[in-house]
């Protein structure tokens, strides 16, 4: 048997297990600016809402019957339902419906969504140990710089090679929030990290089905095991992020290591979190903003169409080029549907991804006019939208950087109506806005239990 | 940002997702020779005896403090404790166990450890469902199957870029278990096994840490959960090993897909399993061996000896290649260690890698004259064993194929030594009798709930 026994060792690869795991136990409480607790309370509120409005979803059904079958003890809450699970199942679940949507937070950078796997842990274990809204945001904002750094480190190559990142690097932003949460020192920290980085959750062609947002959810609680197990002096290499049989070697050709020291606890990627107008994946926001563009600029409506054309980015057809999708989850990995969307009803959220939407002759009719091709002269974040009426005219924009961007972000009004819609539904309204002012005081909460028992019917 | 879109889409690829779960769903009740159920007896055996063996090392110790802070139901027995804990768990832990002292099953045209990630989510759900010993070994036969044939496909190349392979076949394996016990059709199992695809657990910077026998228990548990989930309806890609976005080619750069498809169903990977004579990693079997050998030929005694030369394949020395081992657990991945174990002991089951054997004096005096080096006219399964004692003799053996090898199997005799030597000062010499009888009638038993009641203090 011939073996391939070179190793792609790097003699200079900084100790970044190491490195991590003393930055998450070790980093002061609230040691940033107020812009990035207030980063943090948006990214939990938006994580919220969209838990909460897939809480009645199939795939939280599903998955919750299955967990069912193991007689969870009632430890946390599952969002936007009555019943209880243990902390590790609280954390599948909540992550799998926080991600249901496709609606949930966005590191531009790395595509990753960090809520899905960072807070579903850290809130289950901070119900259960009835910790701190302060404790609940610095677990928040380290986990989410350990997993996006780790992201960073590796993207693009370790995504192209076919790994869903939220999934495959979120296991270790779980750990470091829960290390956090559980006063891990260092040493343990560094072991919960070599744990979870055992655990990546996630290949891309999973996409378009309910195992999709299992990544994220599969990352929260093994990241959340893994900070029990290293509590209760289970070991794991000291170096598994960086070692030539570690990770960061095995899940990717790139290992940009400066990505992980460089301004660490000094710059917080937490900052760079965006937030989804859209319920879909980010690469055809772009679209979508375009085609409400134009159909409110010109008030078009669907019969006034002839063709729409698209410029995009290559990993747009890529990740979205399903053409004739059958249902609501295929239509969320369609450029297709999504921009026919767009113009027939001037927005895209759950609803306009809806099986009824995807399925009616009216949105099928103008998705059959869509036309996209790949233009390499257009940025991933960007879109080229060209409107054919049956009358002659042609209207045109091009979008540089659509609604949700760090340079168009959601105001905190936009994340508000958003989370309404969401939580409305399931909750009530007037339960709404008593969990947006809670997200908004968690600094100051003395329990995060007072949030958990108003995400509940 | 320049992505790398290029997938290595192979159009030749079979639906080898769809055909494993058509054989797992489908294939006949004990629908194979008498061999392939022998086998399975001692794979059910030999794991159980590793597991039990294990039961009160700290690696377990620590795990299920963890679980337990779960609060998990009593549903399935933790072997040769007398906690109980539910079925998922269970599976997790009993992995764990069965492969902490390196002494389980291999299956060695991969390298995997099949039974610790199979039998262990298989016999844990067995016991909850109260299935029949036949329902038990036929799901052990087909786990073993699809996990071992989807690790021939990838292998080596997977191997060698990292992974640890038991746990990164295992889990499909102990899904196509979970799903023949729970009776799921074609259809589900196809949806159980997409969804452990995305869990692979491991890599191989973990070897000599707790994490390494975490791997196997891991892929247990997420196999066992995968199977629940497609019960109760959820989804996943229907060609998630073979896409061009799936595991295969995420994972592997080999695809070699005849591997799943030639002789499935007439021939099975569990006649190809073997068992080890010493409690460490394969690869330094042939050496241990040789060592025996002149010591017993030659009534050889530390004192006697100058040096020992070791010629060996190139894999030894990277996989165990730690010159100084500091404990037990790093003394399984030292050649050097294991040779002079051979020599003054004879033999090299658990107690020979204990912590205090490996700090003795003698037996570090003896390992510092050990040297080796890698001849690459060697095979992976032979060692070149030379010994030169201080009064000038010189004594010499090739092993071709080690003790414990398909050429050189243990016998039933060896194997029931062996789990005596692991079980009896867990349970006693009458309880270590009574579950060698129980394993060996098996496809009888109406209920694996008569071997689990045994296999408890």
Same mark, same amino acid.
């Given at each position: 048997m011939a073996h391939n026994t070179e190793v792609r060792a790097d003699p200079n690869a900084p100790p970044i297990t190491r490195i991590l795991a003393r930055f998450a136990a070790g980093h002061p409480s609230a040691g940033w600016d107020a812009g990035v607790d207030h980063a943090a309370d948006r990214t939990v509120m938006n994580w919220l809402g969209c838990a909460i409005g897939a809480a009645q979803h199939p795939?939280? /059904? =599903? &998955?919750? +019957?299955?967990?069912?079958? *193991?007689?969870?003890?009632?430890?946390?809450?599952? !969002? %936007?339902?009555?019943?209880?699970?243990?902390?590790?199942?609280?954390?599948?679940?909540?992550?799998?419906?926080?991600?249901?949507?496709?609606?949930?937070?966005?590191?531009?950078?790395?595509?990753?969504?960090?809520?899905?796997?960072?807070?579903?842990?850290?809130?289950?274990?901070?119900?259960?140990?009835?910790?701190?809204?302060?404790?609940?945001?610095?677990?928040?904002?380290?986990?989410?710089?350990?997993?996006?750094?780790?992201?960073?480190?590796?993207?693009?190559?370790?995504?192209?090679?076919?790994?869903?990142?939220?999934?495959?690097?979120?296991?270790?932003?779980? /750990? =470091? &929030?829960? +290390?956090?949460?559980?006063? *891990?020192?260092?040493?343990?920290?560094?072991?919960? !990290? %070599?744990?979870?980085?055992?655990?990546?959750?996630?290949?891309?062609?999973?996409?378009?089905?309910?195992?999709?947002?299992?990544?994220?959810?599969?990352?929260?609680?093994?990241?959340?095991?893994?900070?029990?197990?290293?509590?209760?002096?289970?070991?794991?290499?000291?170096?598994?992020?960086?070692?030539?049989?570690?990770?960061?070697?095995?899940?990717?050709?790139?290992?940009?290591?400066?990505?992980?020291?460089?301004?660490?606890?000094?710059?917080?990627?937490?900052?760079a979190n965006t937030f989804k107008p859209f319920a879909c994946g980010i690469v055809i926001h772009p679209s979508i903003d375009g085609c409400v563009q134009l159909r409110n600029a010109h008030r078009l409506q669907a019969g006034d169409v002839a063709r729409i054309d698209l410029r995009v980015h290559s990993l747009v057809l890529e990740l979205t080029g399903k053409k004739t999708p059958k249902n609501g989850l295929e239509s969320k990995f369609s450029v297709f549907h999504a921009a026919a969307a767009g113009i027939i009803f001037g927005q895209a959220g759950e609803d306009e991804f809806s099986d009824g939407v995807v399925t009616s002759a009216e949105v099928i009719a103008l998705r059959d006019k869509v036309r996209a091709i790949v233009d390499d002269t257009i940025d991933e974040a960007a879109a080229d939208v060209s409107v054919t009426c049956n009358d002659g005219r042609v209207f045109h924009v091009r979008v540089e950087h659509a609604i949700g961007s760090m340079e168009r972000p959601m105001t905190d009004a936009d994340l508000e109506r958003k989370f309404h819609g969401l939580v409305d539904p399931v909750l009530g309204e007037a339960k709404a806005r008593r969990l947006i002012a809670a997200c908004a005081g968690l600094a100051q909460a003395a329990s995060v239990r007072a949030l958990t028992a108003l995400a509940c019917p």
């Open positions: 795939t939280l /059904a =599903a &998955a919750l +019957a299955a967990i069912q079958e *193991l007689s969870p003890a009632p430890q946390a809450t599952i !969002l %936007g339902r009555s019943e209880r699970v243990d902390i590790a199942n609280a954390a599948l679940l909540n992550g799998i419906s926080s991600h249901t949507f496709d609606f949930d937070d966005t590191h531009l950078r790395t595509i990753i969504h960090p809520a899905g796997p960072v807070v579903s842990a850290a809130l289950a274990l901070a119900e259960h140990l009835d910790a701190s809204g302060r404790a609940l945001l610095d677990a928040t904002v380290i986990g989410i710089d350990v997993c996006c750094r780790v992201g960073n480190m590796m993207y693009p190559d370790h995504y192209d090679r076919g790994w869903h990142i939220t999934g495959s690097t979120g296991m270790l932003g779980a /750990a =470091a &929030a829960c +290390a956090r949460l559980l006063g *891990l020192d260092a040493d343990r920290t560094q072991m919960a !990290l %070599g744990i979870a980085a055992s655990q990546p959750v996630g290949v891309r062609e999973q996409f378009g089905t309910m195992t999709k947002p299992f990544h994220p959810g599969g990352a929260a609680r093994n990241g959340l095991i893994a900070a029990l197990m290293a509590k209760h002096g289970y070991t794991s290499s000291p170096r598994a992020l960086e070692a030539p049989r570690g990770i960061a070697q095995t899940y990717s050709t790139k290992c940009d290591w400066s990505e992980i020291t460089v301004g660490l606890g000094e710059q917080f990627e937490i900052s």
